[in-house]
């Protein structure tokens, strides 16, 4: 199973890329998003998924491992294959899917190709019941922390972000208020560091 390549765009189509790693060429089906991204010869890291049927196998790209966990889940409802899951991460941001999902909103799934007002109702459903939003919402959490901390967040520091989210505070400016508190702080514990946040984020 390839979980990761690494190498040189050799070739660009309308849903996949070619990677060149050590004069192997490897088709990997990518959305839109990582397509246009790139030009060939272009160095390229992918996230990879591997499936595999009776009379293929298919190799799936991913920017980052919420797509390729979003990308997985999909696939388990009813009417999505791997092309459509790939689609629909293309199609819309985890922050839209989040919202759309929540607000009860099909719209935005209608919008993507090869999604019509039935299977857009059912994504809405099946993804809210399962609860999958709730675990996609974690895992962009603790993503947002590390992109501004720099390093894997320690779990106080997940634990403050929930409770200010909770409390209706902006998530963006979450992720710049508890960066702002470690870096003057340091070591704080649990229940300052919320303090300190919902005083900032008050201001």
Same mark, same amino acid.
């Given at each position: 199973?390839?979980?990761?390549?690494?190498?040189?765009?050799?070739?660009?189509?309308?849903?996949?890329?070619?990677?060149?790693?050590?004069?192997?060429?490897?088709?990997?089906?990518?959305?839109? &998003?990582?397509?246009?991204?790139?030009?060939?010869? =272009?160095?390229?890291?992918?996230?990879?998924?591997?499936?595999?049927?009776?009379?293929? +196998?298919?190799?799936?790209?991913?920017?980052?491992? +919420?797509?390729?966990?979003?990308?997985?889940?999909?696939?388990?409802?009813?009417?999505?294959?791997?092309?459509?899951?790939?689609?629909?991460?293309?199609?819309?941001?985890? =922050?839209?899917?989040?919202?759309?999902?929540?607000?009860? =909103?099909?719209?935005?799934?209608?919008?993507?190709?090869?999604?019509?007002?039935?299977?857009?109702?059912?994504?809405?459903?099946?993804?809210?019941? &399962?609860?999958?939003?709730?675990?996609?919402?974690?895992? &962009?959490?603790?993503?947002?922390?590390?992109?501004?901390?720099?390093?894997?967040?320690?779990?106080?520091?997940?634990?403050?972000?929930?409770?200010?989210?909770?409390?209706?505070?902006?998530?963006?400016?979450?992720?710049?208020?508890?960066?702002?508190?470690?870096?003057?702080?340091?070591?704080?514990?649990?229940?300052?560091?919320?303090?300190?946040?919902?005083?900032?984020?008050?201001?």
């Amino acid at each position: 199973m390839i979980g990761r390549l690494s190498g040189k765009v050799s070739e660009l189509g309308s849903d996949y890329v070619v990677v060149d790693v050590g004069g192997v060429g490897y088709i990997v089906f990518c959305s839109s &998003k990582i397509i246009c991204k790139y030009n060939v010869n =272009d160095e390229i890291e992918l996230i990879t998924q591997t499936i595999v049927k009776e009379n293929d +196998i298919s190799i799936f790209g991913f920017a980052t491992n +919420i797509d390729k966990e979003f990308f997985n889940h999909l696939l388990t409802i009813q009417g999505v294959g791997a092309k459509l899951a790939q689609t629909v991460i293309g199609g819309l941001t985890i =922050d839209e899917i989040i919202e759309a999902v929540q607000t009860e =909103d099909d719209s935005k799934f209608t919008r993507i190709n090869g999604v019509g007002p039935k299977l857009a109702a059912r994504l809405v459903n099946e993804l809210k019941s &399962k609860k999958f939003i709730s675990k996609l919402q974690m895992i &962009k959490s603790k993503t947002d922390i590390e992109k501004i901390v720099g390093v894997e967040p320690m779990p106080k520091i997940l634990d403050a972000k929930s409770v200010l989210v909770n409390l209706g505070y902006n998530n963006i400016k979450i992720n710049h208020v508890i960066h702002e508190i470690i870096s003057m702080h340091g070591d704080i514990d649990l229940e300052e560091l919320i303090k300190l946040g919902i005083k900032k984020l008050s201001a």
